[in-house]
């Protein structure tokens, strides 16, 4: 069977295995990336820059319609602005939707209701920020909605989606959905099409499946195995609890761990969030590092102006850059 688990942070459940009696019950979780077939950019509006931004009160959220025909997202990659002094606790945080709510207006329009993915917190500095979360898996509809908040702001602070229309690649409606409450609403700036910066990478399956954990019972130990690559494994004793997971030792793809007497659960988890720019400053230059691989670093004096961005001279994972008159707007670009 095939079971969704957005409290997982990032993971899915593909397959629940048979449950093992060794004095003790172990359910086994596969979760995490599998080995995909063809991948293809299913939503992209970063392209036409609006020369705008949509403030992010509470909760808001854009309902899109994706292109290709891939439906397991893989890769999300956003844009945002931050007017906020940096504390260090400033965070945020992504959701998708099934519009399966209530109706709205006399369209027909559903509002966001059941939440069937939520992203890790990640890191959020002040200016231009460029998100990418990656090593999903999530199998998503044609149409649904993604949301987006940021924390630890105070009462004068706050972050902005960079706006973008038309998509390359699939499409929006032009307006945006605005949580109050528990209640959303549907609305749309003046002469803006309310479209988020975003883009969605997806593929489609194979017939094998990454991230099946094999057991087998050597004396009084469970020796786990899987195949492919990238992965975590960590164990709970109470499925339910979300936060009880810890990380197992392992070498290669294989682990040995001692039988006891209570319940014992296992997963595999696949999961990276990079892309996020940190700033040092060094004197009369800055310093300017990211996580993960394959972006390039981009400068611009303006952040919507689309035309602007010019490639920055880095290194693999950073860029060391002399402070001038004037903003300077930075962000990673992946091909």
Not at 168 to 187: E, H, P, R
Not at 270 to 296: C, E
Request: hydrophobic letters at 35%; aromatic letters at 12%; a negative charge.
């Amino acid at each position: 069977m095939v079971i969704q688990a957005p409290e997982f942070s990032g993971s899915t459940i593909l397959r629940c295995g048979r449950a093992f009696a060794f004095g003790f019950v172990t359910l086994l979780i596969f979760a995490g990336r599998s080995n995909f077939g063809q991948v293809e950019i299913v939503y992209d509006n970063t392209v036409h820059s609006l020369d705008s931004t949509l403030p992010v009160t509470g909760e808001i959220a854009d309902e899109i319609r994706l292109g290709g025909t891939a439906r397991n997202i893989t890769d999300v990659q956003f844009e945002y602005f931050g007017q906020w002094t940096a504390t260090g606790d400033e965070v945020g945080q992504l959701y998708f939707y099934l519009n399966d709510g209530a109706v709205v207006n006399t369209d027909g329009s559903r509002a966001p209701n059941t939440l069937f993915w939520e992203s890790p917190l990640f890191n959020a500095s002040p200016g231009y920020g460029s998100i990418g979360i990656h090593d999903l898996n999530i199998t998503v509809p044609d149409n649904f909605t993604v949301g987006i908040q940021f924390f630890g702001l105070t009462n004068q602070e706050q972050g902005q989606i960079l706006l973008y229309d038309p998509p390359a690649v699939g499409g929006s409606f032009g307006d945006y959905w605005q949580k109050i409450g528990s209640t959303w609403g549907l609305y749309k700036t003046p002469g803006v099409r309310d479209n988020f910066s975003l883009r969605l990478t997806a593929a489609g399956p194979n017939a094998h499946d990454g991230g099946l954990i094999h057991v087998e019972r050597v004396l009084n130990r469970l020796r786990l195995s899987w195949p492919g690559t990238g992965f975590r494994l960590q164990q709970s004793s109470n499925l339910p609890n979300v936060g009880g997971w810890i990380d197992i030792p392992f070498a290669g793809n294989s682990a040995s761990v001692l039988i006891g007497t209570n319940n014992s659960f296992f997963r595999l988890v696949s999961r990276q969030i990079d892309g996020n720019l940190k700033v040092q400053a060094l004197g009369a230059q800055i310093q300017i590092t990211w996580s993960g691989s394959g972006y390039t670093l981009q400068q611009n004096d303006s952040p919507n102006d689309s035309t602007g961005w010019t490639n920055v001279a880095s290194g693999a994972n950073s860029a060391t850059i002399s402070v001038g008159g004037g903003n300077k707007f930075f962000r990673l670009r992946k091909p």
